[in-house]
């Protein structure tokens, strides 16, 4: 099962890099290239209190697509994606406390099985998807840390 990950630290506490990680209304005000759109399915939900089972509706790479909630936590997001060409993956947002709790080990992966995962091995297509995560959480840095 080919995994791609990225990390980044921080200069923040895991609690206030959840709380913009998880405000997905404003991610247009901070990061416009690679989510476009993450909403709670259920829109009396907060995406603060999603629970497994819960769905999201994404739209990554101008791919529309529902996910299902299996874990969230103060230092976890982990969802399971929609089987696509017999691929699926659960992509895991983790929240890491460092430097005393002063700082977070922000660290985003995906985990792909299926007939053709192989494809998206770092070598080949997860290549892409690293840059995309890259940019995703040199993003979120820049926010959290202009917030704190």
Same mark, same amino acid.
């Given at each position: ?6 990390s980044i630290e921080i200069a923040a506490p ?18 416009? #290239? ?6 709670? *399915? /259920?829109? %009396?939900?907060?995406?603060?209190? $999603? ?10 790479e101008n791919f529309d697509f529902v996910a ?21 993956g659960r992509h895991s947002f983790r929240m ?5 709790? #002063? ?6 992966? *995906? /985990?792909? %099985?299926?007939?053709?995962?192989? $494809? ?29």
């Amino acid at each position: 099962m080919p995994v791609v990950e990225s990390s980044i630290e921080i200069a923040a506490p895991p609690a206030k890099v959840r709380e913009i990680f998880l405000d997905f209304a404003k991610y247009s005000e901070w990061h416009t #290239a690679w989510i476009k759109k993450l909403e709670c *399915e /259920d829109s %009396s939900k907060s995406p603060l209190s $999603l629970q497994p089972g819960d769905k999201v509706k994404c739209n990554i790479e101008n791919f529309d697509f529902v996910a299902e909630i299996m874990e969230n936590t103060e230092g976890l997001l982990l969802w399971q994606g929609p089987p696509v060409f017999t691929v699926s993956g659960r992509h895991s947002f983790r929240m890491e406390p460092v430097n005393d709790g #002063a700082s977070t080990l922000f660290t985003q992966a *995906e /985990d792909l %099985s299926g007939l053709l995962s192989f $494809l998206a091995s770092p070598y080949l297509l997860g290549r892409m998807m690293k840059s995309d995560f890259d940019g995703f959480l040199k993003d979120l840095k820049v926010r959290a840390e202009a917030s704190t």
